[in-house]
Each structure stands twice: as C-alpha cells, then as structure tokens.
C-alpha cells in the first residue's frame, strides 16, 4: 500500500502550537500515514513541538511551498534569485529538521499568475538555482519535488513533459516529478500518459478534484490515473489536497483562489478521502492484473 497523506489545510489555517497539534492529532485520526505542511509563512511554527506531535502520532511529513515574485528564481534580478534561493534553502533546513525527507511544491518559481513567458535568462536562472538547492538537499536526506500546476500559478510546468525536461537540466538524483490530479484536469489531455511518461522518476502525488472538494464529485478521471500508478509501480506517497473558505491561511487562499465553501467538516471530507484513495489504488492494481 502506498502511505496516504493529507494536507494540514484540512484541518487549520495556521502552523501555531494549538492548531498544530489539532493538525496532528485529526490526521491520526482520520487514519493517514502522513501529513504535509506547507512552510508559507513558517515563522509561527514551533519545531521541536512539531517535531514531537509528529512522533507522538507516529505520522511521516512532507513539506511544501511555493515561491513569490519578489523572491523568484526564475527571475533575470539576480537579488531576486537569491531571496528565492534563501527560501528554499531554509524549506529544506526546516523539513530535515522535522525529520522529514519530502520538500516540494513550485520550487522553481513564483506562484503567480505571470504577465507573460518566461524569459531564456529566467529558465537557466531556475534551473541554475535548483542545482545548487538539489545538491544541499542531497545532503541533508531530502528530496525535491517539482510540483506541475496549471499555467495560472506557474509560466514555467505546466505538464509532466516539461517538468521531466527541467529535471533533465537539473540532473539531480534527489529531483523528482511531483504530478496533482487538480492541475492534470486542466493542463494535460488524460490521466495516464503522463504518469507512464514520468515512470520511476516520479516521487509525489497529490490527488485532488477539480472543484477541490469531496473526491468523486467532480470530472477527475482518477480510475485511469490509478491505473497508470499502477502500470508504473509508484510506491511513492498519495497525499490528499483540498481547500475551502472555511479554513483560511493569510499567504495560500487567496493565491489559490480559495473563494467558496465546499466543506464544513474536515473530518468528515478526510475519512472520506482516504477510503476513496486507498480504494482508488486498489482498484487501479486490480485493473491492471486484469488487463
């Protein structure tokens, strides 16, 4: 079985001490393996008490961000490259400190809707400066993920291909292809060729609807793209992503467009969502053995 995660935007807005420990304490209880964290705004974490919550509840972590334009390694501003190299820098610090071996997300850029293509400077500048971060990661024990998102977060991955072709320039053993469901049914033309066209180079999912509510209540093929996890034997986590107007964090909902509530009870939509995943992937094996 794949270990199934969840993201902390489930059950809080914020990484303070209260919230987090009501972020551990719901994952276990919802029966997820681990939780992810995003590191938006991180001077409010406590670690060491996120470090115990985490092995109180015997849960595993991975750890996510997105980059901003004013701290942008895609940008041709060298000033502006080092603040996001300084960004990633201390995403991986934080993640190796918490014990966890998964950092990912929009690594290679801002997350933003950009007012144009990105500039020849801005793609060497990007793959230039994940270089230099896959090597510190490396030695740390971390891994990073290169999460594809539609083109009104990122100019720069918008598809498995061109996430695969970034990971090439990188040629790092610790980079990885990190595929969302969500931003597949907007960018891609299916659910299979491009988790067969990443194989064993990917290293992350997660699995979200198109609305970003409850799995199943929108227009995600997620049998074909179980079965294609199957075809490639990802042994990788499956983390569960969804947001509502009910949970706010000041630096994420509004640049996710968090406009609408689609749930009220996390508890309820993340019971669901790991039967619905743990049943997904089993039925994705199972097609597979049947083919």
Known sequence: ????????????????????????EQTRL????????????????????????????QLQLGCSRGLTLDADISSEDPACVARGIALLEEGVNMTAALGGAY?????YGAMAKYPGPLSAQGRRNASDALKRMADFA????????????????????????????LIDRIDAPNAVVHLDTYHMNIEEADFMQPVLACGKRLGYVHIGESNRGYLGSGTVDFAQFFKALAMVDYQGTITFESFSSTVVNEDLSNALAIWRNLWDDGLNLAIHARSFMANGAQAGRMALAHA
Request: aromatic fraction near 4%; charge should be negative; glycine fraction near 10%.
């Open 103 to 107: 950092f990912g997300g929009i690594l």
């Open 138 to 165: 490396l030695t740390q024990g971390v891994t990073l993920g290169l999460e594809v998102v539609n083109r009104y977060e990122s100019n720069q991955i918008n598809t498995a291909l061109q996430a695969l072709e």
């Open 30 to 57: 919802a029966g997820y393996d681990l939780i992810e964290l995003s590191l938006h705004g991180p001077k409010v974490m406590d670690l060491a008490l996120t470090r115990d919550l985490l092995q109180e509840n």
């Open 1 to 24: 079985m794949n270990p199934l995660g969840v993201h902390a935007l489930v059950w809080a807005g914020d990484l303070g001490p209260a919230s987090t420990r009501k972020v551990m």
